[in-house]
């Protein structure tokens, strides 16, 4: 039984996002990328994360990405935020993600899993309980996240990259 084989989560690349670029982080755990997020962290300590982990750097600062070497590293030149995790992915090649979107905590970077509702009650507004029914809880920080205004604007968010990242239609 291996025809499942390589819709590989393992394969896809995981990210380690210099200081700067706190919405690229966050863009890419959205979409379903390991992006943990090097605030504060001097370069030094940047650069030996990224080895020891084997994460590809993602900077806007040129004297870094010098100091990265031949570690995997993406240097940055988009200034706008919403437009920058699309530079990353087209400069490596990439698309979706093979965990898919929603597959991991947008704050802490954990896996999120399905929750039960009776799980989820104590961690949600009462209301929410009545109208929501599928709830996804991170394993590492606890943050719970249910359909509602807030994940339909983060659905409307990885439409808009995904759907960048497609060739442009041809006249039909
Ligand atoms: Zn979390």
């Given at each position: ?17 210099d200081g ?18 090097g605030?504060?962290l001097p370069d030094p300590e940047l650069l030996h ?8 750097l993602?900077t806007?600062d040129?004297a870094l990405?010098?100091r990265a ?104």
């Amino acid at each position: 039984m291996t025809h499942a084989a390589p819709t590989d989560e393992a394969a896809a690349p995981r990210f380690l996002v210099d200081g700067m670029l706190g919405n690229v982080a966050r863009d890419l755990r959205l979409l379903g990328y390991d992006a943990i997020f090097g605030e504060q962290l001097p370069d030094p300590e940047l650069l030996h994360l990224a080895q020891n982990q084997g994460r590809v750097l993602l900077t806007r600062d040129r004297a870094l990405a010098r100091r990265a070497r031949d570690l995997p590293c993406v240097l940055l030149t988009e200034n706008a935020p919403r437009r920058q995790v699309l530079e990353v992915l087209s400069s490596l090649g990439l698309g979706p993600s093979p965990a898919g979107p929603f597959s991991r905590c947008l704050a802490c970077n954990g896996r999120l899993v399905e929750l039960p509702a009776e799980d989820a009650a104590s961690a949600v507004p009462d209301h929410v309980t009545v109208t929501a029914h599928n709830f996804l809880g991170c394993r590492d920080c606890g943050r719970v996240y249910w359909p509602g205004t807030h994940r339909t604007r983060l659905q409307e968010r990885v439409r808009e990259v995904l759907g960048a990242l497609l060739p442009p239609r041809g006249p039909v």
